[in-house]
């Protein structure tokens, strides 16, 4: 799927609004991953995965970092994402289907905190976005 203008455009809004609360979304939408898809904490067994945890906190601070990189770098997601895509495909090794699950996550979570903004139009746009994120980051593993 392509963005269009428009959906850059959505994208880029809702993410001045992420951008100075990083820490505190991005460890909800990891605890709502960890509690709805249990199978995902696999990779975080060293992890205190309690809500409000300093390791989801840092976490999930390096998790919506990376998609502020990525919606800083729209046109160009593959060059921007190379070493992140780098580490999730060969030292890392993430099961892809795990990107899926974090993307559901991260929608609910925006949706929760940005109602008024995470508009039908916004949620298609950043579903588009996060499955471009996804599609970069898994292009390695083949």
Partial sequence: MTLTAA?????????????????????????????????????????????????LKRHGAKVLGALGEAASHLDNLPQALSKL???????????????QLLSHSIQVTLAAHFPADFTPEAQSAWDKFISAVSGVLTSKYR
């Fill in 85 to 99: 895509s780098d580490l999730h495909a060969y030292n890392l090794r993430v099961d892809p289907a795990n990107f």
């Fill in 7 to 55: 959906d850059k455009a959505l994208v880029v809004a809702l993410w001045g609004k992420i951008s100075g609360q990083t820490e505190a979304l991005g460890a909800e939408a990891l605890f709502r991953l960890f509690t709805c898809f249990g199978q995902s904490k696999t990779y975080f067994s060293h992890f205190d995965l309690s809500q409000g945890s300093a390791d």
